[in-house]
């Protein structure tokens, strides 16, 4: 099986490691895993802005790009979205590109639903000393029934126990723009998200998405937690977190 | 709709300033929302008692509620027929003002000095208490939270708790001083008690009222009957005792039959406050009879369009689905952190966010469509499965093909867009934002404080982990 690993833009300047955490366990499932050069952003920012035509243009940019492979695997929920449900929608009545938008959303993943549904990683590449909370993104959550698949996987990493905090399915505030344009109330939600995170008693807070991971990390941070970790899973699970 | 209303909307994001450091008010919010979350779980959960399912329900309400609006002029003319044949009188407005106009009409014909009302957000849609006390109709609100809001000169900031934004010591001191009694120390314990005290005030009014006002939460076609659904029992009293009843409605309340309004009310209590049923659900259907011991001699119904007609058959259709259960508000992070009178119009919350732009104009509300994290918990709670978030989206998207977003958020966009559809230079450009980026860290990698992300980085840092970006280092990876 020949993969292409989308990294998303995110992590393509904020946190590199959660790119070559993905790379590796992708690797780990015995595929072929290419990175394809001309990646940029999947388009979701001009979507959510409401700016359609600039939506479809790169909408039709990514397909050209990554509808070659067997399969597409993106350690983000958000993102994973945004191909799989928005393409085909943002395309439908395009006969030459609706089919091939439908086509690629049927073989793109997020990275956790990837592991535990499609391919399977034989052992865990790393252990984990620690208790962990996690966060469910509300576009894996909601968008892509992203639930089981993220706690699976932890439930296999050695030395690792979840310890799941009050309201998880609950939103961080974040939403992209949303944490730009109502910084203050955006605010708000983090700081209910922070207090349950602080509740939960846990050493480390996971999640699949990096947008909802700052947010969370840089307010517990101004809220002068110097101590829980904030890790996506990909970092977790293939131990690239480990400092 | 006046000018007052449209630039209130216009000012979310300065109103929401305000209630973020209204501490009174974020207590208040904090108390209500797990309850409310909580009671609708459980009853969604009561459900299996009955071998019912939430999604079957939601599917069969969503059909019931799509063939009406399929047909709407057919179905509020059956209605029309049907009320009339049971001796009530049926009119038309075509906004709020012609429908305060007509109820303001019908007092002074009647000789009305005093109306008790039951609740209605149509009301507040149409102005209704101010015109008729412009009018010198006194107008008395008899569902507890309206009292209040009444009371305290305010407006409702939910649609089925209008007095969510209000704590107990709130309360205590508004009744003291409106009833003209000493404040007391009050306790949630004590909410019977002041129940029953308003209970007692409004007794009065019942009782000397010359007409009572109330919404209805569903027409029905079959009968020509408004359906109430009500916890206090003041509907009753407003709807029976007065000589005269007017109801106000929205004309997309229709469902075809009584069979159909049960399968409705399977999902309206249970949506809204939890309950399996509500403790008062009235059909309300005609006049008195002869040898009926109440109800009103005249019954008129007002069925007001305001915006309505022009979203059917339109991308918005779906959002006159609406029951008004307020489950979406109940489970809206961005409502919960601001109440509801940060949106400025009548309807809060993801429902308001839509329907506010669409019934007032897409440009009295540019914020609305956009104060979502695009969560989409309202989206699933929905028990007519209106998908919120696409509706919020299309009006983003009304707002770009109409050039009404801010210059500089056009600017960012397209820059951004350019860019992102030029491989060679964004990685170039991403390479230069990642170093930069790590130049404005401090030693912990983060960033205190970012021109470019003021609202962000007012209550937060920026992680920044590398000055590299992810392509850059795999490239050099891929070399060694």
Redesign the interface.
């Known amino acids: 099986m020949r993969l292409a690993l989308y990294?998303t833009?995110l992590?393509?300047?904020?946190?590199?490691?959660v790119?070559?955490a993905a790379?590796r366990l992708l690797e780990a499932t015995g595929a072929e895993v290419v990175?394809p050069?001309?990646?940029?952003?999947c388009?979701q920012?001009?979507?959510?802005?409401?700016?359609?035509p600039?939506a479809v243009?790169?909408a039709r940019?990514a397909i050209a790009e990554l509808e070659a492979y067997d399969a597409v695997v993106i350690p983000s929920g958000s993102c994973a979205d945004q191909i799989r449900n928005v393409y085909p929608r943002l395309l439908a009545d395009d006969s030459d590109w609706g089919p091939r938008a439908r086509a690629l959303a049927g073989r793109t993943h997020e990275l956790t639903d990837f592991l535990s549904a499609v391919a399977q990683l034989p052992a865990m590449p790393a252990d984990f000393a620690g208790t962990v909370t996690y966060h469910d993104s509300?576009?894996g959550l909601?968008?892509l029934s992203i639930k089981d698949q993220p706690r699976e996987l932890l439930a296999r990493v050695r030395g690792l126990t979840l310890k799941e905090m009050a309201d998880c399915e609950?939103?961080c505030?974040?939403?992209?723009?949303?944490?730009?344009?109502?910084?203050?109330?955006?605010?708000?939600?983090?700081d209910?998200k922070c207090d349950a995170i602080a509740a939960a008693g846990a050493d480390t807070v996971v999640g699949g998405d990096l947008g909802c991971l700052?947010?969370i990390?840089?307010?517990l941070?101004?809220r002068g937690d110097e101590t829980t970790r904030?890790l996506h899973i990909a970092e977790v699970l293939a131990g690239e977190g480990e400092s | 709709m006046g000018q007052a209303r449209t630039w209130q909307a216009m000012r979310f994001h300065a109103r929401a300033g305000e209630k973020l450091k209204d501490v009174v008010l974020q207590g208040a919010l904090r108390k209500a929302r797990p309850l409310f979350v909580a009671k609708r779980r459980k009853g969604l959960d009561s459900l299996a008692e009955d071998g019912l399912e939430f999604e079957m329900l939601r599917s069969a309400a969503k059909n019931i509620k799509n063939r009406i609006l399929a047909d709407l002029d057919v179905w509020l003319a059956i209605f029309e027929e049907r009320a009339m044949a049971a001796g009530a009188e049926v009119l038309w407005a075509r906004d709020g003002a012609e429908a305060a106009r007509l109820v303001v009409e019908i007092a002074q014909r009647e000789g009305v000095t005093k109306a008790t009302k039951s609740k209605s957000m149509l009301s507040e849609e149409a102005d209704l208490n101010a015109a008729l006390a412009a009018a010198g109709i006194r107008p008395v609100e008899t569902d507890l939270g309206e009292y209040i809001v009444q009371l305290a000169g305010e407006k409702p900031s939910h649609i089925i708790a209008p007095a969510v934004h209000k704590t107990i010591g709130e309360v205590e001191a508004l009744f003291a001083k409106e009833h003209g009694r000493p404040i007391e120390t009050r306790t949630s314990a004590d909410i019977p008690d002041l129940a029953r005290e308003a209970r007692a005030v409004l007794r009065q009014h019942f009782l000397s009222a010359e007409m009572g006002i109330s919404g209805a939460n569903f027409l029905i076609a079959e009968t020509g009957s408004a359906a109430l659904v009500t916890n206090e029992g003041n509907g009753r009293m407003v709807t029976t005792l007065p000589r005269v009843h007017v109801v106000i409605t929205g004309i997309e309340k229709l469902v075809p039959t009584l069979e159909d309004f049960a399968t409705l009310m399977r999902l309206l209590p249970r949506s809204a406050t939890g309950q399996a049923i509500s403790n008062y659900v009235s059909l309300l259907t005609g006049t008195k009879r002869a040898g009926d011991r109440d109800g009103p001699e005249k019954t008129v119904f007002i069925l007001v369009d305001n915006g309505r007609s022009k979203l059917l058959g339109s991308d918005y259709e779906a959002m006159l689905r609406c029951i008004r259960c307020g489950a979406c508000m109940n489970h809206c992070p961005v409502y919960f952190s601001l109440g509801g009178h940060a949106y400025g119009w009548v309807y809060p919350g993801p429902m308001g966010s839509v329907l506010t732009p669409l019934l007032t104009g897409l440009d009295n509300a540019l914020d609305l469509p956009h104060a979502s994290t695009g969560c989409n918990q309202c989206g699933v709670v929905c028990p007519v499965d209106i998908p919120l978030p696409d509706l919020m989206h299309r009006l983003r998207e009304e707002q770009v093909v109409r050039r009404l977003r801010p210059r500089s958020e056009r600017l960012a966009l397209k820059a951004w867009g350019w860019l992102a559809a030029r491989p060679a230079l964004y990685r170039w450009l991403a390479r230069r934002a990642a170093r930069y980026l790590n130049w404005l860290a401090d030693g912990q990698g983060r960033i205190r404080v970012f021109g470019l992300l003021p609202e962000w980085t007012a209550a937060r840092d920026l992680p920044v982990s590398s000055a590299r970006t992810f392509h850059e280092l795999y490239k050099a990876r891929k070399r060694a």
């Open positions: 990294v833009c992590v393509d300047l904020m946190r590199p490691s790119g070559f790379l990175v050069e001309g990646q940029t952003c388009g920012p001009a979507w959510s802005a409401g700016d359609r600039l243009e790169l940019k509300c576009k909601r968008g609950e939103c505030g974040f939403g992209g723009a949303f944490s730009i344009k109502f910084g203050a109330v955006s605010t708000q939600i983090v209910r700052l947010n990390e840089g307010r941070r101004r904030v």
